[in-house]
């Protein structure tokens, strides 16, 4: 006595094998029904107001830079000359807003 190394039913095979062959009959006549009709149209998009405004918004940010550099300098400078006011109540109140909302 033989034991089968798949043990896949037969059955369960041939419905496989119908179904296959179904879809190819089905695929088959989605083409020469497509073939003798007319051709489909394009699709086309519009985007809104919106989303052109966005659209031009986001390519405007991406062409600044990250950093504005004469800004910084600026500020370097003040710093180094000593006439930049630092104001540590200010300071301490942004850390305390800055970890409550990490924490939130």
Same mark, same amino acid.
């Given at each position: 006595?033989?034991? &089968?190394?798949? +043990?896949?039913?037969?059955?369960?095979?041939?419905?496989?094998?119908?179904?296959?062959?179904?879809?190819?009959?089905?695929?088959?006549?989605? *083409?020469?029904?497509?073939?003798?009709?007319? &051709?489909?149209? *394009?699709?086309?998009? =519009? #985007? =809104?107001?919106? =989303? #052109?405004?966005?659209?031009?918004?986001?390519?405007?940010? $991406?062409?600044? &830079? *990250? %950093?504005?550099? %004469?800004?910084?300098?600026?500020?370097?400078?003040?710093?180094?000359?000593?006439?930049? +006011? !630092?104001? &540590? *109540?200010?300071?301490?109140?942004? !850390?305390?807003? !800055?970890?409550?909302? #990490? =924490? $939130?």
């Amino acid at each position: 006595m033989t034991s &089968p190394i798949n +043990p896949i039913n037969r059955s369960t095979t041939d419905a496989l094998n119908s179904n296959g062959s179904a879809k190819a009959r089905n695929q088959e006549a989605t *083409e020469n029904s497509s073939s003798n009709s007319r &051709p489909a149209a *394009e699709d086309t998009v =519009s #985007l =809104s107001d919106q =989303s #052109l405004q966005v659209r031009d918004l986001q390519q405007t940010l $991406e062409s600044l &830079p *990250e %950093v504005d550099a %004469v800004k910084v300098e600026a500020i370097k400078q003040e710093i180094a000359k000593g006439n930049y +006011p !630092l104001d &540590p *109540e200010r300071i301490a109140q942004n !850390l305390i807003k !800055l970890e409550k909302a #990490l =924490s $939130e």
